[in-house]
T-cell receptor
C-alpha cells in the first residue's frame, strides 16, 4: 500500500497568494482528516470528511481556508489569500470509519508564507 | 490541545536506559492512541488502547491505560537511538468518528 500521499512536500509562497495542498488517502478508507502542526499550537484538527462529505469544519481558522473532497481518492485544502501566520506543516490522514481504526498520516506539506 | 497533557515535554536518556512518557486527559476517553513522529515526516501509529487496565506491547515499547485516572503511559525498555523522535498521544472523545485530538508531544533524544 502506498500510504497517504500529500503534495507538494514543501511550498514557499508570498503573502496574498493562493495555496492549494493535495491529498490522496489510502484506497478503501472512507474518512479523511486535515491537521495543521506548529510549534506553538501543536497538532490541530482543521476539518474531516466521511464518505467525501465534510462533517466538522470547526477547526478551520478563517474563511480564507477551504477544503474539498470531490471523490474518495482526492482532497484539497486551499488558503486564499495566504498570510505569514499560516506557515506550518499541514498533514492529511485517512482511516476506516469504524471503532478503533487508527489514523494513517501522510508525510505532510511544509508551507512557508513570506 | 490542553485537553491532553503530556509529560515530560522533552527527555534525553543514555542508550540502554528505560523511560516513561505520560499522557493525561481532562475528559472521558473512548480510545487512546500513541504515535511516533520523526522530524520532517508524518506520524507513525504505534498502538491503541481502549479498555481500562489494557496493556499493549510492540517490540520494546509498552503502553498502558488507566481509565479511572484517564491517563496512559508509554514505557520504553533499553532505549536505542532508533527510538529518538517525538511521541504524541491522541484521544478519541466520541467513540465513533475517528476524530483525534493530540497532546503537545514529548521529544525524546537517546545518546549513544
Amino acid at each position: 500500500d502506498a500510504g497517504v500521499i500529500q503534495s507538494p512536500r514543501h511550498e514557499v509562497t508570498e503573502m496574498g497568494q493562493e495555496v492549494t495542498l493535495r491529498c490522496k488517502p489510502i484506497s478503501g478508507h472512507n474518512s479523511l482528516f486535515w491537521y495543521r502542526q506548529t510549534m506553538m499550537r501543536g497538532l490541530e484538527l482543521l476539518i474531516y470528511f466521511n464518505n467525501n462529505v465534510p462533517i466538522d469544519d470547526s477547526g478551520m481558522p478563517e474563511d480564507r481556508f477551504s477544503a474539498k473532497m470531490p471523490n474518495a481518492s482526492f482532497s484539497t485544502l486551499k488558503i486564499q489569500p495566504s498570510e505569514p501566520r499560516d506557515s506550518a506543516v499541514y498533514f492529511c490522514a485517512s482511516s476506516l470509519r469504524q471503532e478503533n481504526s487508527p489514523l494513517h498520516f501522510g508525510n505532510g506539506t511544509r508551507l512557508t508564507v513570506t | 490541545s490542553q485537553e491532553l497533557e503530556q509529560s515530560p515535554q522533552s527527555l534525553i536518556v543514555q542508550e540502554g536506559k528505560n523511560l516513561t512518557i505520560n499522557c493525561t486527559s481532562s475528559k472521558t476517553l473512548y480510545g487512546l492512541y500513541w504515535y511516533k513522529q520523526k522530524y520532517g515526516e508524518g506520524l507513525i501509529f504505534l498502538m491503541m488502547l481502549q479498555k481500562g487496565g489494557e496493556e499493549k506491547s510492540h517490540e520494546k515499547i509498552t503502553a498502558k491505560l488507566d481509565e479511572k485516572k484517564q491517563q496512559s503511559s508509554l514505557h520504553i525498555t533499553a532505549s536505542q537511538p532508533s527510538h529518538a523522535g517525538i511521541y504524541l498521544c491522541g484521544a478519541d472523545r466520541t467513540g465513533n468518528t475517528g476524530k483525534l485530538i493530540f497532546g503537545q508531544g514529548t521529544t525524546l533524544q537517546v545518546k549513544p
